[in-house]
């Protein structure tokens, strides 16, 4: 390391939405609020170190995941960086090089973007305090990272916490806002969802073919858009009942409606398109029969992919991973699946 090179790091993990965020407008804002639980295993480890002086006009030099170059990724970083320059004013001061590292494959469908961007995020936090405004509290730092990340990638705002989290606007949430997430006390949540753990199911490993961003766009005009504006908030509303109260079915039934709903959306819109694969559907089925079977409340939530997160309590931790792997394992790709589940949050990397 040179005299004049400076190194700063956040681990930073992704998040699983309960209640879907679908749908924005104007700068990232979320067309109507969602609930997510911050993930443990799933985390992306973002080395940034930095230099006196831009050589071009770039800010972003090299960037790697996994030890290999990344275009695609790199080029929406620089253009997140470029957009970030009044609000941080040093970046027109300094290039960046970043070395980035994620503990899960990217054919999981796990939003790597959520987790690199609230790491990048804490970086900028991390280097505004040092030649900015230092933020004046723990939460006004991590609020101004939720801020800059949902910039950079709206679910990305929920990452900056650990466990459950809120962003955008809700009567029920005081101080929610559209602008950056916050953390749900944990007084409001009950014993029953501490732990909480989250089996990812791998049914499909192929890229997906309609990306996110072109799904948030075909909500603008979508026939059913507000109707689920009030769905949301509906089942915001109820989730945050059944997290106080600790009604695992009532969280059985929102979290599985606001995964059929996503994809439902994304049936409804035009041009329809589907992401849930057979397997997906088998699964599913699976979860159900099991459910009803055994009575576990056990249930499955999906992002913008075909892959099943199934959400389980930990006092059923045996008898679940037992049944994935002799019911479910085999048909998973490549009998693949991520033991993940509730996290702390991100850290602070030292060198
Ligand atoms: C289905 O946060 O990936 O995972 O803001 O365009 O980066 P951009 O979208 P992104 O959308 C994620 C949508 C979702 C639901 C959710 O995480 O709430």
Same mark, same amino acid.
């Given at each position: 390391m040179s005299a004049t090179e400076r190194v700063v790091g956040w681990e930073s993990p992704s998040n699983i939405a309960l209640v879907k965020y679908w749908g924005k407008h104007g700068?990232? %804002?979320?067309m109507n609020p969602s609930l997510s639980f911050t993930l443990k295993n799933s985390v992306v480890r973002l080395k940034a170190r930095y230099f006196p @002086?831009? *050589?071009?006009?770039?800010? %972003?030099q090299e960037f790697t995941l996994n030890g290999s170059q990344n275009q695609k990724f790199l080029n929406r970083i620089e253009s997140f960086l470029q957009s970030q320059k009044l609000r941080y004013p040093f970046l027109n001061t300094i290039s960046i090089d970043i070395e980035s590292q994620s503990t899960?494959?990217?054919?999981? @469908?796990?939003?790597s973007s959520a987790a690199a961007f609230s790491a990048l995020a804490l970086v900028l936090e991390t280097l505004n305090d040092t030649f900015g405004k230092k933020s004046s509290s723990q939460q006004e730092f991590f609020r101004k990272a939720s801020y800059s990340a949902r910039l950079g990638?709206? *679910?990305?705002?929920? *990452?900056?916490? @650990?466990g459950y989290t809120v962003w955008g606007s809700t009567p029920?949430?005081?101080?929610?806002s559209d602008d950056y997430a916050i953390q749900i006390d *944990?007084?409001?949540?009950?014993?029953?969802?501490?732990?909480i753990h989250d089996a990812i199911l791998i049914a499909d490993a192929g890229e997906k073919a309609v990306s996110s961003s072109q799904g948030h766009n075909l909500?603008?005009?979508?026939?059913y858009r507000n109707s689920r504006i009030i769905q949301a908030g509906k089942n915001l509303e109820t989730l945050l009942y059944a997290l106080k109260t600790g009604e695992e079915q009532l969280f059985v039934e929102i979290v599985e409606n606001e995964a059929l709903t996503l994809h439902g959306l994304m049936m409804t819109s035009n041009p329809g398109y589907v992401l849930m694969k057979p397997n997906t559907l088998l699964m599913i089925e699976k979860i159900r029969e099991f459910r009803l079977q055994t009575g576990v409340n056990m249930c499955f939530t999906l992002d913008a992919g075909p892959n099943i997160h199934l959400i389980y309590f930990d006092k059923d931790k045996r008898i679940v991973r037992e049944w994935i792997e002799n019911n479910m394992k085999s048909l998973c790709c490549n009998e693949s699946w991520i033991d993940d589940g509730l996290g702390e949050g991100p850290i602070p990397l030292t060198f």
């Open positions: 700068n990232q %804002l979320p @002086g831009n *050589s071009d006009s770039s800010i %972003l899960f494959p990217h054919s999981a @469908g796990i939003a990638s709206g *679910s990305a705002c929920r *990452s900056v916490y @650990g029920a949430v005081t101080n929610a *944990s007084n409001d949540i009950h014993p029953v969802f501490d732990n909500m603008q005009n979508h026939p």
